[in-house]
């Protein structure tokens, strides 16, 4: 990444211009910057975990006010016509269009949203803490969600930053029983404290089969040990937008039992919505780490080499 100056952007008429106040480090800005995920925008800015404050309206908004915080993620655009628009399925919309990928994000200093996708956000949290719900917190309960997991069911989550930390609190709150996965001792450590019944290496067995598990770690030779935890019936999610190739799979070992593998693809408005309003009722323990926006390139690397515990957040000065 370089660091450069360019001219605010002016909003278009149903947008909203948005003084950037924290930007949260998602796995995903890593792929773009990395090339893991194709270039759809030449020299683009990432970020697309933006909390800031609307400090001009295009000229057909309605319904924001100047000085209003606002919440600013990945979706950003859909053709609102096609089968999956129409059927509320508006994440899989091949038109669709994305902060920080398509559009530039919010490792800047102001960044624009089409004012339909801009989120209202819950009061209680201060913006560094805001950040990292608005793609982690949001992605990570539609991958709870597609888990169905049953009343008190045992959960196991495989990688445990950003996503899922916030995910594990969600999944305590509504009475899960959470083993987490992970290389790192010091989520481990961050895991237990936040109430977790048990916590172990990445492909540990867990002490109990699973009712469902999360994949948030973009390590696709996770898959078959993650299957292999499953109790029959169970769910494996796939969370992330990005896997390394998953291992061949053995039908007895990893499928047989009626076991079910799937993946979550972005998100709709209504899981955003539905995720703020939880996060407002269900106050949530965000661990960040924070960075000047000028470090950007820094706090990557750090993610890139798990060195972050929680989520990385920029914050402007
Ligand atoms: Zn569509
Ligand atoms: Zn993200």
């Known amino acids: 990444m370089v660091l450069e100056h360019r001219p605010v952007p002016a909003p278009a008429d149903d947008e909203l211009l ?22 759809h925008r030449p020299g683009v800015v990432p970020g697309h975990e933006v909390v800031g404050e609307v400090v001009a ?5 309605t319904g924001f006010s100047l000085g209003e915080r606002v919440g600013v993620a990945w979706l950003r655009g859909t053709c609102g016509e096609c089968r999956y628009c129409l059927a509320g399925r508006e994440n ?3 038109y669709s269009v994305y902060t920080g990928w398509d559009e530039d994000g919010g490792y800047a200093e102001f960044a624009t949203v089409p004012a339909d996708f801009a989120y209202r956000l819950p009061e209680g949290y201060p913006d560094e803490k805001l950040a990292p719900l608005l793609c982690a917190g949001i992605i990570g309960y539609r991958a709870l969600r597609r888990a169905e997991l049953p009343d008190g069911g045992r959960l196991g989550i495989y990688g445990f930053g950003a996503s899922g930390h916030l995910t594990a609190q969600v999944a305590l709150a509504a009475g899960a029983h959470v083993s987490v996965f992970t290389r790192s001792p010091h989520a481990r450590e961050l895991a237990l404290d936040l109430g977790v ?3 172990g290496g990445a492909a540990d067995r867990p002490p109990e089969p699973l009712d469902a598990a999360i994949l948030f770690a973009p390590a696709g030779e996770l898959v078959p040990p993650a299957l292999e935890a499953l109790d029959w019936g169970g769910v494996l999610v796939l969370a992330g937008i990005h896997l390394t190739d998953v291992p061949p799979l053995n039908y007895q070992r990893h499928l047989y039992g009626e076991r079910t593998v799937r993946s979550v693809t972005a998100n709709t408005r209504a899981d955003g919505a539905e995720f703020l309003g939880l996060a407002a009722r269900v106050p949530l323990r965000v661990r960040t780490t924070a960075y000047d926006l000028g470090a950007a390139d820094h706090a990557l690397a750090d993610l890139a080499e798990d060195r972050v515990t929680g989520a990385a957040v920029l914050l402007s000065a």
Do not use: F, N, Y
């Open 57 to 61: 309206l295009g000229a057909a908004v």
């Open 18 to 39: 948005v003084r950037v106040r924290a930007c949260g480090v998602c796995r995903t800005d890593l792929h773009v910057a990395e090339g893991d995920l194709p270039v």
């Open 92 to 94: 899989l919309c091949p």
């Open 197 to 199: 019944a048990w916590a």
